[in-house]
């Protein structure tokens, strides 16, 4: 899943543990993209304007400089938004959630792919920012995420918007698919959704750890989507499916 910009404040979990989250071999990117940025937020005009913050988001400065030592919270219940609204972990039962734990990681930028219940804290970095003193987010993960993800099971499913899945590579021997929302109107026309496109993800989400269907292939999404009332099917582009919404 991609990540929100908007974020709940907080958390009661220890601070955070880099070599605890999901994919531990991404450990030293997630200790130098964190690096800089904390040393980013000690120049506050700096920050302000390579975040691309106002005048009253300034206060996100203080928040990535306390990274390493403020309390955390399950990723999935750090991120709100449209897509987290959505899935509403929160709401879910204890076998759900414990598959999302199991099987869902959310892309970030300055820690990677995480579990969504892997703790972290508050933070304000976006997939284009360009940090002082580290390449591009794009070359620091593009490769140790591609190695990572090269040992997953099953079906990746990918959900991520493109500017985060640019971030993570799946590697092309990696069974997968990219997932875009689509509407289809009376008329057959197929037409793109924006905002739309992050409730549907996230409602796919939710039923996915609801009913934990054994997915490992486009053909068995496609058939429990069949099953489930869920309508996907194979996109225009290889390598894509289409999740098919209400118009």
Known sequence: MPPSETKRAGGSDAPIAFDGLALPVLAPQREAVVASLVALSAD????????GLSVRQRGQIEVNAAMRSAPTMPAVDRYT?????????ASVDHDARSW??????????PLGPIGALDRIPSYRLAAGASLPGVPPLKRIWADP????????????IDLRSEAYAALGPVP??????YVRVVSEG??????ALNHFNKRAKGLLTRRLAQERPDIRSVAD???????????VRAGARDGETELVVPA
């Open 145 to 156: 995420v591609r190695t990572a993800f090269a040992a997953l099971p099953g079906l990746v």
């Open 81 to 89: 938004g449209v897509l987290f609204d959505a899935l509403d972990a």
């Open 100 to 109: 999302l734990g199991e099987h869902a990681l959310i892309q970030t930028a």
């Open 172 to 177: 092309d021997d990696v069974a997968s698919t």
């Open 44 to 51: 506050p005009d700096r920050a302000a304007k390579v975040l």
């Open 186 to 191: 009376p008329d057959g026309a197929v037409r």
């Open 221 to 231: 999404l496609v058939g429990w989507g069949e099953s489930a009332g869920v309508v």
